[in-house]
């Protein structure tokens, strides 16, 4: 895990789920949001300098030019107090030295990148710069938006790639647990929906999938977000499964469309052959058109 205490850096600038200085000498801006967001703004496009006027505009649009640049040189001189000679402060533009501060979203960027995905994931503690939307204009409105996208998509890949590791190693409640933390991080990501009930399918979990699926297609309407077939696919036979007697497993068919990505169709077979070793009796036929896949599929189920 990358420390945010080593190294050149002394300043810790925490951007996940709040926004705040770390160090009893920097309490004093924990208030000042705008100075800090203008701080996190910096940082973002480090070692990149800033036009005066651009950041004048980005934080205080409503006010005039004479105005919004007086709130700007306060700010300033705040940051200033704060930061020594790692804030550059020119007569025309701004900037913040490479590693005059760590922000907890760079240190997030890093250990993706760096394929510490355990590391990454807990690192999260919200979105980028909460409630920030309202104290700029458009530009800054934006800006947030990208960024955020950006992180929650990072933070999406590397909760996939800790869930397929999980796989691998036949973990399957560490699958479900990455796919709770994924389903709570990001409520707006089908994916991770999608993902969460194709753990519990896996894990063998059938009526605390189907559970969930019942919850999930609740919170989907309430966001009035349209949820992929895939995931209704998935939650009918999870619903399927739940409902059938125990120690049985019903017969069924894999046809098209199921093949065409392969996930569901492979989970129904791990889960029946899973079924079959304990004890259980079950049928599935694999059926579909010519060069579907059917061979491909056995032969990945196999492996």
Request: glycine share 8%.
């Amino acid at each position: 895990m990358l420390d945010p205490s080593v190294g050149p850096a002394v300043i810790n600038l925490q951007t996940l789920g709040e926004l705040r200085l770390d160090g009893a000498e920097r309490v004093h801006l924990s208030s000042r949001q705008k100075d800090l967001v203008l701080l996190a703004y910096l940082e973002r496009r480090s070692p990149k300098s800033l036009a005066r006027a651009e950041a004048a505009d980005l934080l205080w649009p409503d006010r005039d030019e004479r105005r919004s640049r007086q709130s700007l040189r306060q700010a300033l001189l705040d940051l200033r107090r704060v930061l020594g000679d790692g804030l550059i402060v020119e007569v025309n533009r701004i900037a913040l030295k490479e590693n005059a501060i760590r922000s907890d979203a760079t240190l997030f960027e890093r250990e993706v990148e760096a394929g510490q995905f355990e590391d990454a994931v807990r690192r999260w503690t919200g979105d980028f710069l909460v409630d920030a939307e309202g104290i700029g204009g458009e530009e800054l409105r934006g800006w947030l938006e990208a960024e955020r996208e950006r992180l929650r998509r990072l933070l999406a890949s590397a909760l996939a790639q800790l869930m397929d590791e999980a796989q691998r190693r036949s973990a399957w409640q560490e699958m479900v647990t990455w796919g709770e933390r994924w389903v709570s991080a990001l409520p707006r990501d089908c994916q991770g929906h999608l993902a969460l009930l194709r753990s519990c399918f896996l894990a063998g979990q059938l009526k605390e999938g189907s559970a969930r699926y019942a919850e999930i297609r609740t919170q989907l309407h309430t966001l009035d977000i349209e949820a992929p077939p895939e995931f209704e696919q998935l939650g009918r036979l999870l619903e399927r499964k739940a409902a059938a007697p125990v120690g049985r497993t019903s017969s069924a068919t894999l046809s098209s469309p199921d093949l065409v990505g392969r996930g569901l169709a492979l989970a129904d077979l791990d889960t029946s052959w899973r079924a079959v070793c304990g004890g259980a009796a079950g049928a599935l036929l694999i059926e579909g058109e010519l060069g579907i896949g059917k061979t491909k599929l056995c032969e990945e189920f196999l492996r």
